[in-house]
T-cell receptor, first 115, second 114 residues
Framework: DQQVKQNSPSLSVQEGRISILNCDYTNSMFDYFLWYKKYPAEGPTFLISISSIKDKNEDGRFTVFLNKSAKHLSLHIVPSQPGDSAVYFC??????????????FGQGTTLQVKP | DGGITQSPKYLFRKEGQNVTLSCEQN?????MYWYRQDPGQGLRLIYY???????QKGDIAEGYSVSREKKESFPLTVTSAQKNPTAFYLC?????????????FGPGTRLTVL
């Protein structure tokens, strides 16, 4: 049972345009969400996070939006740059009393930014 | 420099052999995790440890074993019981398990079983 889903395996955008990566989740106990970026043969690096008490968090060119009613979040990259080409993973977890810090990851979306 | 190291980067083993993957962190983090990544799939949790001398199974623990004798180290053994051991293995750590502290990842070890 995939609790975190990234339904688009790949996305291609032109340099300078907006990249929008989507993520859906099914577990209503999730209340903290993260995006990681991963280059081939390297470990993921943390990009941005959002708590369920917010619906938007911004950090430079990266903005994450959270729609709790739809159980959907998205990562916007504006403007996209060729160096943003990587695999992006959405992850979620619950900060509740039984939380063990276990992150649940989506399958990843490969972003290609064309010069 | 603080961080997580995994060694080796690439590892080759014959089928039926046990192999141990190293993970060391100097971030003074309490919690450590092992994930596996397969092509087209997200990261799946194998084992995690919230404190020294304690660890719990993740979602795909069968065929794997771990130990946590020191705070800095969390080695993963891939046993011969693991049916599909060829994968990219990632170790991570966070300051406090259960908090919103970010998990930081090592560079990974690609294991190929011949």
């Amino acid at each position: 049972d995939q609790q975190v889903k990234q339904n688009s395996p790949s996305l291609s955008v032109q340099e300078g345009r907006i990249s929008i990566l989507n993520c859906d989740y099914t577990n209503s106990m999730f209340d903290y969400f993260l995006w990681y970026k991963k280059y081939p043969a390297e470990g993921p690096t943390f990009l941005i996070s959002i708590s369920s008490i917010k619906d938007k968090n911004e950090d430079g060119r990266f903005t994450v939006f959270l729609n709790k009613s739809a159980k959907h979040l998205s990562l916007h990259i504006v403007p996209s740059q060729p160096g943003d080409s990587a695999v992006y993973f959405c992850a979620a977890f619950s900060t509740g009393s039984s939380n063990t810090g276990k992150l649940i990851f989506g399958q990843g979306t490969t972003l290609q930014v064309k010069p | 420099d603080g961080g997580i190291t995994q060694s080796p980067k690439y590892l080759f083993r014959k089928e039926g052999q046990n192999v141990t993957l190293s993970c060391e962190q100097n971030l003074n983090h309490d919690a450590m995790y092992w994930y596996r990544q397969d092509p087209g799939q997200g990261l799946r949790l194998i084992y995690y440890s919230q404190i020294v001398n304690d660890f719990q199974k993740g979602d795909i623990a069968e065929g794997y074993s771990v130990s946590r004798e020191k705070k800095e180290s969390f080695p993963l053994t891939v046993t011969s019981a693991q049916k599909n051991p060829t994968a990219f293995y990632l170790c991570a750590s966070s300051s406090i398990a259960g908090a919103t502290d970010t998990q930081y990842f090592g560079p990974g070890t690609r294991l190929t079983v011949l």
